[in-house]
């Protein structure tokens, strides 16, 4: 089974301070995503990476940064963490498949930056 | 981009009754359509999905229905039971781009 793990399932932060979220794959998967999901707005892709030390922007990116040192393991960095930045956050990796392109998810972390 | 809306935000059925949630997408060129289900304190996980070359596509008591002239595809579920309650999304990708999330479906089955 494919297994996708999150450093943190709860996050509790201040104004300002900086944040790292750690998400690991065990399937030697290229393709690595960070999403946020917010109520009503379902999941925004932040960031992705299709290799090591390659990253790409996804439809809201500001506010956020990225590492990709290793193949199993994506990062997401809040440089400053700000209020509107509660959410939960999810990390994905993606199976290319020869019909199907299927994404396997984490348990999620959910951030509240008070 | 693609823009994929999903409808509705949240559905309540009896237990043993059908549901159905419906999705349409903005761009003709997407041909995958995934259904994810997140179960609470889960990631979403992927129950069924369709390519545009089909228009239908069952596995057991889910279903995906395909309309490509309407832009729309929907999701089934027959006789359904408490453990389907979850949050549903529907998502479209063009080929070669990322998925793009329909809003989600809170599902609540009443026994």
């Known amino acids: 089974d494919v297994k996708v793990t999150q450093s943190s399932r709860y996050l509790v932060k201040r104004t300002g301070e900086k944040v790292f979220l750690e998400c690991v794959q065990d399937m030697d998967h290229e393709n690595m995503f960070w999403y946020r999901q917010d109520p009503g707005l379902g999941l925004r892709l932040i960031y992705f990476?299709?290799?090591?030390?390659?990253?790409e922007k996804g439809d809201i990116p500001e506010g956020y940064s990225v590492s990709r040192e290793k193949k199993e393991r994506f990062s997401l960095i809040l440089e400053s963490a700000s209020t509107n930045q509660t959410s939960m956050y999810l990390c994905?990796?993606?199976?290319?498949?020869?019909?199907?392109?299927?994404?396997?998810f984490g348990p999620g972390t959910r951030l509240t930056v008070l | 981009g693609e823009n994929v809306e999903q409808h509705p935000s949240t559905l309540s059925v009896q237990e043993g009754d059908s549901a159905v949630i419906k999705c349409t997408y903005s761009d003709s060129a997407s041909n995958y359509f995934p259904w994810y289900k997140q179960e609470l304190g889960k990631g979403p996980q992927l129950i069924i999905d369709i390519r545009s070359n089909v228009g239908e596509k069952k596995d057991q008591r889910i279903a995906v229905t395909l309309n490509k002239t309407a832009k729309h595809f929907s999701l089934h579920i027959t006789e359904t039971q408490p453990e389907d309650s979850a949050v549903y999304f529907c998502?479209?990708?063009?080929?070669?781009?990322?998925?793009?999330f329909g809003g989600g479906t809170r599902l609540m089955v009443k026994p």
């Open positions: 994905a990796s993606l199976s290319v498949s020869g019909f199907a392109d299927t994404q396997y």
């Open positions: 998502a479209a990708s063009i080929p070669g781009n990322m998925l793009t």
């Open positions: 990476s299709y290799d090591v030390k390659m990253k």
